[in-house]
């Protein structure tokens, strides 16, 4: 998983020390390739997918974060000095991953050396672009400078499955996808930061095996497109394989979220549904909008009848128990019990004992899972919880505590229900 900044890709490392003398030279390859592969360190990001209340969601990875695999990674990478047989295991490991930060110190040839020397090991690419406090034109720069060789470089690769995009990124567009063609037969998870993007550019092409697809801030700059520009994104006709979908950040217009929702699921039945869904600090355009705050998660609940994990951290409306899959085995839930007043009229929010009570009507008895996740502003107490699960008829025993939310095992309930 090498880092261009600091691991010398542009041939081979290899102790001139008697490197015969190592006691790993007499090892066969595929038994070093088992000893050092747990070795490799791992770049830490966020998990979109993972129901995780033990800890906070963190949505971006943190400076320290970068720091410390850095300093791991150019470790690891050390081990390739100590023969050539430890060599021969450990580059395909190095490689296997590729994180490219870009900087204002980084060098497009030193781009163009690590695709070459690794194209036939690199199943991976995490881009981390220019940070958002840089001024447009530093963006911009970078972009022309480095933009066509990662493009060609990702040309040189045959087997790339994964490909993550961070941080503001316009590179990922029109110019990669023609410099890389085999990216439409082999990429099936892709993580896009759209934001000031057409998100259109991003999609078109990879409507082939992409079955994960995270689409991190996703903004339209505008409340209505202008009259020269009014046309929905051109998102692929269909997207047959795709699994998995995560919205993180951002302020998606309603109208984009059902164009895109009504392409993954067409002529997509019971045989291969989209499966999980997940909605991380999902935000409407405005103030102005914030109706549709909670009409986001009730919205795509509408749109995707099969989903068998459905995760929304915004508050919704209390009627999405209503249109939520029957096929739903993990559910992933902010509550507010509150009553909003908007232009359209007044809507109260999903209480907990609505929730609570769920696993027992006709619609919820596949569920096996709730996490109950706290709000900024809402917490749920014990006394609450022991109170909402006596009025629900939920016995309190099935409720585990964690440190940002409850956890609801519901298998107990399986014989009742």
């Known amino acids: 998983m090498p880092n261009i900044s600091q691991v010398n890709s542009a041939g081979p490392v290899v102790s001139q020390h008697h490197p015969s003398n190592s006691s790993f030279s007499i090892l066969p390859t595929e038994l070093l390739f088992l000893i050092f592969q747990p070795l490799c360190p791992k770049l830490k990001r966020p998990d979109s997918f993972h129901f995780d209340l033990s800890q906070k969601f963190e949505p971006e990875m943190s400076e320290y974060d970068a720091r410390r695999f850095r300093r791991k990674l150019k470790t690891f990478s050390g081990f390739r000095r100590i023969c050539a047989a430890v060599y021969r295991a450990v580059t395909p490991i190095l490689f296997e991953e590729v994180v490219i930060f870009v900087t204002i110190n980084l060098h497009a040839h030193t781009i163009e050396d690590l695709f070459k020397f690794g194209r036939h090991h690199i199943r991976s690419v995490v881009v981390f672009g220019a940070p958002i406090n840089w001024t447009y034109h530093e963006r911009r720069r970078l972009l022309e400078k480095y933009g066509m060789a990662i493009g060609r470089g ?4 045959s087997c790339i499955r994964n490909l ?7 590179t990922f567009t029109r110019d990669w996808l023609p410099l890389a063609p085999s990216l439409a037969s082999t990429l ?3 993580v896009i930061r759209v934001h000031g993007i057409n998100i259109s550019y991003a999609l078109d092409g990879l409507d082939g095996p992409l079955e994960t697809l995270e689409i991190v801030d996703w903004t339209r700059l505008y409340s209505k497109l202008p009259d020269a520009l009014e046309r929905p994104p051109q998102f692929p006709s269909e997207m047959p394989n795709l699994k998995h979908v ?11 979220l059902n164009i895109l929702f009504t392409r993954i699921t067409k002529n997509k039945g019971s045989a291969k549904p989209l499966q999980s869904l997940s909605l991380l600090g999902v935000r409407n355009i405005s103030p102005k909008y914030s109706e549709s705050n909670m009409e986001i998660p009730m919205a795509i609940a509408k749109a995707c009848p099969n989903l068998v994990e459905f995760s929304s951290r915004n508050p919704t409306h209390r009627e999405i128990l209503e249109h939520i899959s029957l096929r739903l085995h993990v559910l992933e839930i902010a509550i507010s019990d509150s009553k909003y007043t908007y232009p359209s009229g007044i809507y109260e929010s999903l209480r907990l ?23 900024s502003f809402y917490l749920v107490s014990e006394d609450r919880m022991m109170a909402a699960c006596e009025q629900s008829g939920l016995e309190f025993a099935l409720c585990e505590r964690e440190p940002f939310g409850w956890r609801i095992s519901l298998d107990g309930l399986e014989q009742d229900r």
């Open 154 to 157: 990702l040309g040189l690769c």
């Open 164 to 170: 993550e995009c961070y941080q503001m990124h316009h």
């Open 188 to 190: 099936t998870r892709l």
């Open 246 to 256: 995560a919205l993180r950040g951002g302020a998606p217009h309603l109208d984009d």
């Open 353 to 375: 004992e609505d929730l609570l009570a769920y696993p027992r009507t006709r619609r919820g008895r596949q569920l096996r899972t709730i996490a109950l996740v706290h709000g």
